[in-house]
């Protein structure tokens, strides 16, 4: 309780005052003299993802309780996808500053952060690395999957996959309805390999969640007997100081990133990494990634590169199945939060038992390069794509381009009947990224023009300089550096221009001459992007590019001391 004491130029007064105030809550002296746990509560009505949060901080204080700790819990920021206009990314920063300045202004020898969605494990995360007290994360975990006719659905692979049919005709009206009320049958996060599970999954990896608790579900039991084991193992952290700095140290990094690549995670995983590691002076080379990435094979079956789904995946083992299998790969001397070291808890995890979710490094799922760094004139400083998810004919592809202004023009025109677009064309959407939306939203899964859906054209080479969801599939270029709204390559390009995509040999290039390129850079002019008050000002003035990690550039730790991975 004497921690971080309100300045009121006394500090035996500030420490009276606080006690007097919390013995309102009807506290004990016994109880305010213990060590102060603290609870990252991220309960929101909006955000279904973390439905199960008021019991796993229950869970949690349980924890903390048997271990002769005293568990308060507070409230912060919470973002789910669906409900965070214009996109939660835009709001990752904010939650990421909240989470951070709660757990310096609060009394607390370490914290449990309860995150899940999307957003909600980076922003905690980046606020451990920069707030550098003991912290343990908790996943809300997976939800279930569910069924449609004899089939099995979950979102959000489905959920693109039903749409898709819908706009193309294949599916009516009532059909979509029924869908709508089966593809999320249970609290928890997306239940397919999207950017809740690839971020649980690297910080699992990574080591600051207890092992195993990546790809519980969150309805099981065993998720609320994970958060108890949290809390308890918090009061043992905080009796040790053990910081995430010790944990998320650049070999941690490279492990989370490996694994990234080897379950076939959502690209966002990236941006992300980016952002936590730079809370920590360090630099996502994306060259050295994509060399980590074509020595590094896909070993998990699981949608969207896959089958199967995440409660899939747990009874196959979980992460201590797939970390097993990428042992050779692995840095396993890192510490985790438990004390011990990846490698130990490898060795202490329960055996494995036959199943058909995670691959051994001989038979992978894919053999290499599932994300690939691209370079050429129209990918600026880099762009991304993640391979495993494309279509093969695609990989190298030449094509006319259709562009797009920005979300509105495209949201505006991609249906209309008259628009001059063929199945060979490329689609670009420009204006998307951390400025131009703002906050970088997940539109790079352009949809197919209405008409060629209805023709039966399932993928189009699509390019951006904004994200997709890590449950979308298609030949898509994402995270074009420096975006369109700041000059970057993508707001020089015209329709109708010649547009080269050439994944084996890592190019994306405009065929298009220097000479017109450069007269077209003197007419251009930056897109009015708003932003001139509140958060939306701080964010227009200093949020960095996608290779930064989309962060504010006043939160990353600088000069840069080193790279990942
Ligand atoms: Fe929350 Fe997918 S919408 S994890």
Redesign the pocket.
Do not use: F, I, P
């Given at each position: 309780m004497r921690r971080g004491l309100t300045r009121y130029g006394d500090e035996d007064f500030s420490l009276y005052l606080r006690k007097a105030f919390i013995k309102a809550m009807g506290y004990s002296e016994d109880a305010l003299s213990r060590p102060v746990i603290g609870i990252a509560n991220t309960f929101s009505a909006y955000?279904?993802?973390?439905g199960n949060v008021p019991q796993i901080v229950e869970a949690v204080k349980r924890g903390v309780m048997l271990a002769g700790g005293m568990p308060m819990e507070f409230p912060t920021i919470s973002l789910?996808?669906?409900f965070s206009f214009p996109t939660s990314m835009y709001l990752r920063n904010l939650m990421a500053m909240d989470t951070e300045e709660m757990l310096r202004a609060l009394p607390m020898d370490a914290c449990v952060l309860i995150g899940?969605?999307?957003k909600t494990v980076p922003a905690q995360l980046m606020a451990a690395a920069s707030a550098d007290i003991p912290c343990i994360q908790v996943v809300t975990g997976p939800?279930l999957s569910g069924t449609h006719g004899s089939e099995r659905i979950g979102?959000?692979t489905d959920c693109r996959r039903f749409w898709g049919d819908y706009r193309a005709g294949r599916i009516d009206r009532d059909e979509i309805d029924a869908v709508e009320g089966r593809l999320v049958p249970s609290v928890?996060?997306?239940g397919v390999m999207?950017?809740?599970?690839t971020m649980a999954c690297m910080t699992e990896a990574m080591g600051m969640m207890m092992p195993g608790g990546a790809t519980i579900p969150a309805v099981h039991a065993d998720r609320l007997r994970h958060a108890e084991e949290a809390g308890a193992r918090a009061m043992t952290m905080a009796a040790e100081g053990l910081r995430p700095s010790a944990i998320m140290t650049e070999a941690a990094f490279r492990n989370a990133l490996r694994v990234l690549l080897a379950i076939g995670g959502s690209t966002n995983g990236i941006v992300h990494i980016a952002a936590i590691a730079g809370r920590l002076g360090l630099r996502l080379d994306m060259e050295a990634f994509d060399v980590m990435g074509r020595e590094t094979p896909v070993l998990i079956d699981l949608k969207p590169n896959g089958q199967h789904y995440m409660d899939d995946l747990h009874r196959a083992g979980g992460m201590a199945a797939l970390l097993r299998a990428l042992r050779p790969l692995l840095e396993t001397d890192c510490l985790t939060v438990t004390g011990r070291t990846l490698g130990e808890e490898i060795d202490a995890a329960p055996p494995s038992h036959a199943q058909e979710v995670v691959r051994p490094l001989s038979d992978p799922l894919y053999a290499g390069a599932g994300l690939a760094f691209l370079k050429g004139s129209l990918a600026g400083d880099g762009a991304i794509i993640k391979q495993s998810a494309c279509s093969e004919h695609l990989l190298v592809h030449e094509g006319r381009a259709v562009v797009f202004d920005s979300l509105p023009d495209m949201a505006g025109r991609i249906d209309d009947p008259a628009l001059d677009v063929a199945a060979d064309d490329v689609l670009v959407l420009r204006n998307a990224g951390p400025k131009g939306a703002p906050g970088m939203p997940e539109a790079g899964y352009i949809p197919i023009p209405r008409k060629l859906a209805q023709e039966g054209v399932r993928d189009m080479v699509r390019i951006s300089d904004c994200r997709m969801?890590g449950?979308a599939f298609g030949t898509i270029v994402l995270h074009a550096t420096p975006e369109a709204a700041i000059g970057g390559p993508l707001a020089l390009v015209q329709t109708g221009d010649r547009i080269r995509l050439d994944v084996p040999a890592r190019r994306l290039d405009l065929l298009v001459s220097e000479d017109v390129i450069a007269a077209r850079r003197k007419e251009w002019t930056p897109p009015d992007t708003g932003g001139e008050r509140g958060y939306a000002a701080l964010h227009m003035a200093h949020v960095t590019q996608a290779d930064e990690g989309a962060d504010l550039d006043f939160l990353t730790r600088r000069p840069f001391t080193g790279t990942i991975p």
């Open positions: 955000n279904a993802c973390h789910h996808e669906s899940g969605c999307d939800m979102a959000c928890g996060t997306c999207g950017t809740a599970s969801s449950t």
